[in-house]
């Protein structure tokens, strides 16, 4: 059997996200994915970068969702600069 072709990625067309699989694999476990489109000095300190810009968060948990954003304004995002993209399966669309 052949591997499925890979895109510009390197990813299967198909893939699930790294998240997804995580939260497939230990249900109970509340996976919430955020922080993965920047480098990690504006991760905590997002007024290295000038102007206005977004975080991202996405997760199945509604209160684990809430306690990552506790996290991400206590670095320093605007709440209004947190967007809920929703479900786990929404991790994908940020990369």
């Given at each position: 059997?052949?591997?499925?072709?890979?895109?510009?990625?390197g990813?299967?067309?198909?893939?699930?996200?790294?998240?997804?699989?995580?939260?497939?694999?230990?249900?109970?476990?509340?996976?919430?994915?955020?922080?993965?489109?920047?480098?990690?000095l504006?991760?905590?300190?997002?007024?290295?970068?000038?102007?206005?810009?977004?975080?991202?968060?996405?997760?199945?948990?509604?209160?684990?969702?809430?306690?990552?954003?506790?996290?991400?304004?206590?670095?320093?995002w605007?709440?209004?600069?947190?967007?809920?993209?929703?479900?786990?399966?929404?991790?994908?669309?940020?990369?």
């Amino acid at each position: 059997m052949r591997p499925p072709p890979l895109n510009l990625l390197g990813l299967a067309p198909l893939a699930r996200p790294p998240g997804w699989c995580q939260q497939r694999a230990f249900p109970e476990v509340k996976v919430v994915k955020t922080l993965n489109t920047m480098p990690c000095l504006v991760m905590v300190e997002p007024s290295r970068v000038a102007g206005e810009h977004d975080v991202f968060v996405c997760g199945e948990d509604a209160e684990a969702k809430k306690q990552v954003t506790e996290l991400l304004l206590s670095f320093g995002w605007p709440e209004d600069a947190v967007l809920d993209l929703g479900g786990i399966q929404s991790a994908r669309a940020p990369k």
